[in-house]
């Protein structure tokens, strides 16, 4: 970050349980210092918002390897080269593969999951990865999140290169 300048960052969620936006609403809270953050619900955004930030983070549930249907939506409207010269990081919610039977790692290693996907399509819409695309671990379908999992949204937050 240049001294003194604060920097625009939009926070773009999909949650249908809730562990998403926990997971994003951290993410905000950990990088606050670096200016002014906005965290909002992927129904909510608005893509013209993005002419004005210096930073955008894009947070979805996995479903089938996928972000889901909001949030593609969402990605798909951003105009080509939208985000030229500005960060951006993607991150999802999943399950463990380690505590699942065969059957399950199995699929989740063919289908994968969604942060990488998005991370992709930023890029491919101008972004520069400001971090690696990563994945926070729900227990269940529903939740919860996976004790410790807010404390390494903000870890993750604060390697995001300004």
Known sequence: MIEGVKLKVLIIYDSKFGNTEKIARAIGEAITP???VKVVKVGDANPSELSSIDFLI????????RATRATKEFLKKIPANALENVGVAAFDTRFSAEDKGIGVRILLRVLGYAAGRMANRLEHKGGHLAAEPEGFIVEDSEGPLKKGELEQAAIWAKKIKT
């Open 34 to 36: 670096l200016g002014k």
């Open 58 to 65: 894009v947070g979805s549930p996995t479903h089938a390897g």
